[in-house]
């Protein structure tokens, strides 16, 4: 999975509580990005960065925010989890911007249940 | 409204047998276009990258094509593996953004 690691992999939660993931890479990529992805629809970009305390909305990013004070961690907050959020959500990384021919990399995912 | 359709959404075929994947897309400005194997319980992994002026793209077992006329790619997989069991995600970029705009997939099973 090219140097991603997403943590937890799995995660079980109540409504109203709030919920940190965590995306590490080890390429030294400058654009990384938070996706979920739920039955019936693609995947939805919800924030991405272009460097370190750079970053922006994606198009579902409603309940959201992300933090990167590191070019190797971005984080994704879910402040106060609703079961809507219930989904699989995916880190990746890539060199240049989308619009390039870069390639983007995808973590393994994380699998969040809320309750 | 950009948007990347892809058909058939599944697909079974036997051990051995070409198929081919089709996606449509209404997306404009176009940057490129990207097609993603993703594994059941993994992340998607990337394939082949075509931009505006490339027709066809391979990797391997994979063939890509584009017609940026028609707005129109396919997946072409030959002599496919149980490995190729996945779904397969058609993805286009938008010129001069930050935007991919994802196809729900087709799902693929290969049977021995």
């Known amino acids: 999975d090219a140097g991603i690691t997403q943590s937890p992999r799995h995660k079980v939660t109540e409504t109203g509580t709030p919920v940190t993931l965590r995306c590490h890479q080890t390429?030294?990529?400058?654009?990384m990005y938070w996706y979920r992805q739920d039955p019936g629809h693609g995947l939805r970009l919800i924030h991405y960065?272009?460097?370190?305390?750079?970053?922006d909305k994606g198009e579902v990013s409603d309940g959201y925010s992300v933090s990167r004070s590191k070019t190797e961690d971005f984080l994704l907050t879910l402040e106060s989890a609703t079961s809507s959020q219930t989904s699989v959500y995916f880190c990746?990384?890539?060199?240049?911007?989308?619009?390039?021919?870069?390639?983007?990399?995808f973590g393994p995912g994380t699998r969040l249940t809320v309750l | 409204k950009n948007q990347v359709e892809q058909s058939p959404q599944s697909l079974i075929i036997l051990e051995g047998k070409n198929c081919t994947l089709q996606?449509?897309?209404?997306?404009?400005?176009?940057?490129?276009l990207r097609w993603y194997k993703q594994d059941t319980g993994r992340g998607p992994v990337s394939l082949t990258i075509?931009?505006?002026?490339?027709n066809t793209k391979s990797n391997g077992r994979y063939t890509a094509t584009l017609d940026a006329d028609t707005k129109q790619s396919s997946l072409h997989i030959t002599a496919s593996q149980l490995s190729d069991s996945a779904s397969y995600i058609c993805?286009?970029?938008?010129?001069?953004?930050?935007?991919?705009?994802f196809g729900t997939g087709t799902r693929l099973q290969v049977f021995p």
């Open positions: 996606c449509n897309y209404t997306v404009s400005p176009f940057s490129n």
């Open positions: 990746a990384i890539s060199e240049g911007t989308s619009g390039s021919t870069d390639t983007q990399y």
């Open positions: 960065s272009y460097g370190v305390k750079d970053t």
């Open positions: 390429e030294n990529h400058r654009y």
């Open positions: 075509m931009t505006f002026s490339e």
């Open positions: 993805v286009v970029s938008v010129y001069n953004t930050d935007k991919l705009i």
